[in-house]
């Protein structure tokens, strides 16, 4: 099957070079990161986690949400996800990728990546993070690939494929849980140590991933001309704005027990993400700020049936559905987390040039594996003899 990525057309091979050039540039930058170590970015004493692991944050989100698919389709036998169940697992492949690449290089020492599983620490959360997150991609690569080769040449699924589509499904959450862990078990953070620091990474995951993923499938249809099928997409798009909905909630929750409560620890971090405090430049609060409005915007056309069916609206509220959850569960999370510090005082994180520009270049792998996935997805496909228009 690989070797249907020689057979493109040019805009598939530009948008290809385009992501090389990117990739090319990055590298380049990373290269500086290794020589200078860690001081080129905006990391400090205090604040030890960055832009970096706040991208972490949000693609093990986008990764897990291939569950949503998986979960119908297994366990309810929803058959019309089975037509793009391979694109959510490819997906996850992809942003398994980056995430893994975005813990390496905020370690600053690649080399040190090793140590995890050379001198492993099951005490430790970390480990187990890395632990699920290697599994997951093994587990979406090997179902992935053998459900699609089974698929283009008519032949049933192994039962053993059909079992780890079974484990997958607990795997997915674990991946996303385990990464809230990270978060929620450390003390002296008061914006994390939160009892629903797991349930809301895992309705902002089952909001912005599946998302991500519909415009994905959306874009596919305007270039290759392969639909998903209005269920597909209707369906999909409910589960969305309910994961919206309960996300919205939770943080709702969130800011009713830290202000009712008046407990100053709590009320702090969020005080300062969205006001700023004492006349220090807090450019987070801006981007707050346009978070609320877009998350808002999203649930109010996700939430009425006329907007939602609407295929010229739905791809804008997908796109302010995922700036926003990109903004609280990236930046709005890691700086409200280590602002104030445990000694009460306020130190502003700002991402420099050079974090931005790695971060580029690790999205672009992540885009590159992923187009190279679903082109070879679409064309198995369509040898296969699957219809790409569909009546329904």
Not at 138 to 160: F, K
Not at 265 to 288: K, R
């Amino acid at each position: 099957m690989v070797e249907k990525v020689l057979k493109g057309s040019p805009k598939f091979y530009l948008w290809l070079l385009f992501l090389l050039g990117i990739i090319g540039y990055a590298f380049i930058v990373y290269v500086f990161q290794l020589i200078y170590g860690l001081e080129i970015t905006g990391l400090t004493r205090n604040i030890s986690w960055g832009f970096y692991i706040a991208q972490f944050t949000y693609l093990v989100g986008v990764a897990a949400a291939a569950v949503m698919l998986v979960l119908p389709a297994t366990f309810h036998h929803y058959h019309p996800y089975h037509r793009v169940i391979v694109f959510a697992e490819f997906l996850a492949i992809g942003a398994v990728i980056m995430c893994m690449l975005f813990i390496v290089v905020d370690m600053g020492q690649p080399q040190r990546v090793v140590n995890v599983f050379l001198h492993p620490t099951p005490n430790s959360v970390m480990f187990w993070d890395a632990t699920v997150l290697c599994g997951y991609l093994i587990l979406n690569a090997v179902i992935g690939w053998t459900s699609l080769e089974h698929e283009s040449r008519h032949v049933p699924v192994p039962r053993w494929v059909k079992v780890l589509v079974v484990v997958s499904i607990f795997w997915a959450f674990s991946i996303h849980t385990v990464t809230a862990f990270l978060y929620a078990g450390l003390p002296g953070r008061h914006y994390w140590l939160t009892a629903v620091m797991a349930a809301r990474f895992l309705a902002s995951a089952f909001c912005a991933g599946p998302s991500i993923l519909l415009l994905g499938l959306l874009l596919v249809k305007k270039l290759s001309g392969f639909d998903p099928g209005k269920k597909v997409v209707r369906s999909l798009s409910i589960t969305i704005a309910y994961a919206m909905g309960l996300n919205v909630f939770l943080y709702v929750c969130e800011l009713f027990t830290a202000f009712y409560s008046g407990i100053p620890g709590h009320g702090h971090p969020i005080h300062f993400i969205f006001m700023g405090h004492e006349g220090l430049d807090v450019w987070v609060t801006g981007w707050m700020w346009t978070a609320v409005v877009l998350a808002f915007v999203s649930l109010f056309f996700l939430a009425i049936p006329k907007f939602r069916h609407n295929l010229k609206i739905l791809p804008w509220a997908l796109v302010a559905l995922i700036i926003a959850s990109w903004i609280d569960k990236g930046l709005g999370l890691l700086i409200g987390g280590f602002s104030p510090t445990p000694y009460e005082t306020y130190e502003v994180y700002t991402p420099t040039f050079w974090e931005v520009s790695v971060a580029l270049g690790i999205f672009a792998i992540g885009a590159l594996v992923v187009s190279v996935l679903w082109k070879i997805a679409i064309d198995m496909k369509r040898e296969g003899g699957e219809p790409f228009e569909l009546a329904d």
